[in-house]
Each structure stands twice: as structure tokens, then as C-alpha cells.
């Protein structure tokens, strides 16, 4: 047995192995504008939530969930629904998550 095994458990690699290049996110200037001056916490979560799209635009983690509308919008939700960051992925233009709205109930 390997030393990264355990009995019982598998794993399959997530596509943040498969694909060597990172997302680049670009975030519209209506999302600029919603996080100027936001709380240091909104900050902190959206910082997370864009690291996380840099390597694996369909990974959901404990941190965050996202749903996927039927147009290709896709909404992270965080901060126990207190908080929403509203996104498309684009596969065809280089890997390419946008940004389009960031919502925060605080």
C-alpha cells in the first residue's frame, strides 16, 4: 500500500491535476465597483472563492456552493447564503472565468 492510500478509500483526481493552466478570472467593472469599499469579510470570502475558480471553475468546497443556471451562469453562494458571486466559465477563450456580480447580505 502506498503512503497516500488508505483501505477502503479511492480517489479520483479532480481536474485541477489534469489541466496544467490556471484560469484567468476577469471581473466586470459593476463587480469592481460592488467590492470597492466592501468589509474586509466579503473580501476575504471573494478572495478564497477566486483562488479556488484560478484552478477549478466546477470544484464547489466547504467554503461555497454553486449552482448552475440552464443559460451557463453559474452563482457561488457563501457565507451560509449570506453571499453570491455570480460567474461564467468559458473554456473556448483560454480557460476564462468572468465575473459578473457580487452580492452580499452581509
Do not use: C, H, K
Not at 21 to 38: E, F, H, K, T
Not at 49 to 72: C, H, K, Q, Y
Amino acid at each position: 500500500m502506498s503512503p497516500t492510500s488508505s483501505p477502503g478509500r479511492t480517489s479520483q483526481p479532480s481536474s485541477a491535476f489534469v489541466s496544467a493552466v490556471p484560469y484567468r478570472v476577469l471581473i466586470s467593472r459593476a463587480a469592481r465597483d460592488q467590492l470597492r469599499g466592501a468589509p474586509p469579510l466579503l473580501l476575504g470570502y471573494v478572495d478564497g472563492i477566486l483562488a479556488v475558480l484560478r484552478v477549478d471553475p466546477d470544484a464547489a468546497t466547504a467554503a461555497f456552493d454553486i449552482r448552475i443556471s440552464s443559460n451557463g451562469l453559474r452563482e457561488a453562494l457563501f457565507a451560509g447564503g449570506r453571499g453570491f458571486l455570480d460567474f461564467r466559465v468559458s473554456e473556448e477563450q483560454q480557460q476564462v472565468v468572468f465575473v459578473y456580480d457580487v452580492t452580499w447580505l452581509g
